[in-house]
């Protein structure tokens, strides 16, 4: 079973990022809700280390490093993504993360928080961006997500964490979300889960967002 990190170890927050995209998103509208998410990302991770009752997450000089951008596969070749790759300014240490292509069929069983009517009547999901950024961390958990199968339930442990349900881009022509696996999700610190798990009230209501 993973471990919190020992005080004063400096370690890297392994995200994997879910976009969603229309035919008119440009790199500009990922770019701009990637700054977003690593604001709110940001924010909790400062807020965990102004907690001086957790001794793992309080010393800890977190990282975000994206390992996985996932997309429906036949968006991955996608301009947007394409040109916001190649844009280093963005990246852990300049190096892009691995592009990973998600079946559509894969969508209506990850457990996701947003409930789009929209998206559950074209992918049978409620969020294009929040079940493959589930997708990928679960690849990256080494433990394979369910093929066609229900949401994960209290007798089914989740196999990865959300921790930001989606993002909009203002011209409504992209969305992103992000997670990590459930297996990474268990190194952290109280405080610093306590911090990431308040991310999700703050948002606007899926309702809004649909």
Request: hydrophobic share 50%; proline share 11%; charged share 10%.
């Amino acid at each position: 079973m993973p471990t919190p990190s020992p005080p004063g170890h400096t370690a890297a927050l392994r995200i994997t990022l879910g976009v969603g995209l229309c035919a008119q998103a440009r790199a500009d509208d990922v770019h701009t809700l990637w700054q977003q998410a690593r604001q709110a990302l940001c924010h909790a991770l400062h807020q965990a280390r102004l907690q001086p009752d957790d001794s793992t997450a309080a010393p800890m000089a977190h990282q975000l490093h994206i390992v996985t951008l996932a997309a429906l596969a036949h968006k991955c070749g996608h301009p947007a993504l394409r040109h916001w790759l190649a844009d280093a300014q963005d990246w852990h240490a300049h190096q892009p993360p691995r592009l990973l292509a998600v079946p559509v069929t894969e969508l209506p069983a990850q457990p996701v928080h947003t409930r789009s009517a929209h998206m559950l009547a074209r992918y049978g999901s409620g969020s294009v961006a929040e079940a493959c950024a589930l997708w990928a961390a679960a690849l990256l958990g080494q433990a394979i997500p369910p093929t066609h199968g229900p949401p994960a339930s209290a007798a089914q442990p989740p196999r990865a964490r959300l921790l930001l349900p989606r993002i909009v881009a203002a011209n409504r022509r992209a969305t992103l979300a992000v997670a990590m696996s459930a297996a990474d999700a268990q190194t952290l610190g109280a405080a610093l889960q306590s911090a990431l798990a308040a991310l999700a009230p703050q948002l606007p209501p899926p309702k809004a967002l649909a």
